[in-house]
């Protein structure tokens, strides 16, 4: 990826979930874009299971309400990442990796 290229992805609830049950949310600020499409954001926030504070505290959260075949059709033709534990552990490495640098 060149230096420019910007990194979006699309959140899904389980991710989003498990990350704000270990404190972690904030690993996902390695995005430029964190996409959040309304139905994630409904099971997580408005279930309670993260909270509103955690997410809106990224800067790069845009939250989406595009029915699902919409919202396909846009992450792929954004070419957008689908947050998943893959990505999640891709983050915490490049964090892990980016703390022995300094």
């Known amino acids: 990826m060149g230096a420019e290229e910007i990194i979006s992805a699309v959140a899904d609830s389980g991710p989003l979930i498990h990350l704000a049950e270990i404190k972690a949310i904030s690993l996902l600020q390695v995005f430029d874009a964190l996409h959040i499409p309304a139905a994630v954001w409904v099971e997580t926030v408005e279930r309670g299971r993260v ?39 891709l983050a915490i490495e490049q964090l892990r990796a980016h703390s022995r640098r300094e």
């Open 51 to 89: 909270s509103p504070g955690e997410l809106t505290g990224l800067t790069a959260v845009r939250r989406h309400t595009l029915p699902q075949p919409e919202a396909v059709q846009f992450t792929q033709e954004n070419n957008l990442l689908f947050v998943t534990r893959a990505i999640v552990e």
